[in-house]
């Protein structure tokens, strides 16, 4: 079963700095029907304006995961991490027992993000930080960038029985991911058109996905696809 949710459905608010768009039921955006997917939490698509960001501020037990779309991202926090984040890259942090972060885009152009929170396994843990490059022009099929499932020892860590991957297609091309039985996927394109198992889905917009063996992407247009994969 796929279910398609058209970007232009999605909750968000402008707030001149910041752009957003709600995945899920998130911050004054309430949807009873889009409160989460398996364990993923939120899928907040952001554009933050240059020389503009998220002031520090406190997470508690979640994974907070953030792929960055176009330009750069800078990051602080509490344990003394600092960290410039750019487009194709991801940093994770996990929040544990108590971090405060700041998020702030420096660079002259417009920062597009997804962040992406996922509810941990176990609750009450250290909290940490970490991020890497992945370009886009290495990825042949989909890539793990993120992942708390044993053997995906090249991606970030996350204490989530969660996958984060992510394929850069050019038109025609197309890319398959299997998939566990009994498991939820989210995919989003951050650019292009893509075919999904029959459904095409545009740029920014949600598939949900329950029950399906195998993915099948294909580029309509040359399309850069995130795929979460969830209990």
């Known amino acids: 079963m796929l279910e398609l949710r058209p970007f232009n459905t ?18 004054e955006y309430h949807d009873p029907k889009r409160m989460h997917w398996g364990n993923l939490r939120v899928w907040n698509d952001d554009i933050i304006a240059p020389g503009t960001g998220f002031p520090q501020h406190p997470h508690r037990d979640m994974e907070i995961i953030t792929y960055v779309r176009e330009g750069a991202i800078s990051h602080a926090d509490n344990l003394g991490n600092k960290g410039r ?30 962040q992406i929170w996922i509810i941990p396994n176990e609750a009450g843990l250290p909290p940490s930080w970490g991020a890497k490059p992945f370009p886009k022009g290495d990825r042949e099929g989909f890539v793990t960038l993120a992942s708390g499932k044993t053997g995906d020892s090249e991606s970030l860590r996350i204490r989530a029985d969660a996958r984060l991957v992510a394929a850069t297609l050019k038109a025609g091309e197309s890319a398959e991911y299997q998939l ?31 029950n399906e063996q195998v993915l099948r992407v294909t580029a309509i247009e040359d399309s850069e696809i995130v795929l979460v994969d969830l209990a």
């Open 180 to 210: 566990d039985s009994g498991r939820r996927e989210y995919l989003v394109p951050a650019t292009g058109v893509i075919d999904v198992n029959g459904v095409r889905a545009y740029a920014r917009d949600g598939v949900a996905v329950e």
């Open 10 to 27: 999605l909750g968000g608010a402008h707030h001149g700095w910041l752009d957003a768009h709600h995945h899920f039921s998130f911050a």
């Open 85 to 114: 984040t750019e487009a194709g890259d991801v940093q994770v942090m996990s929040a544990g027992t108590g971090i405060a972060h700041s998020e702030y885009n420096l660079e002259a152009t417009p920062a597009k993000i997804f």
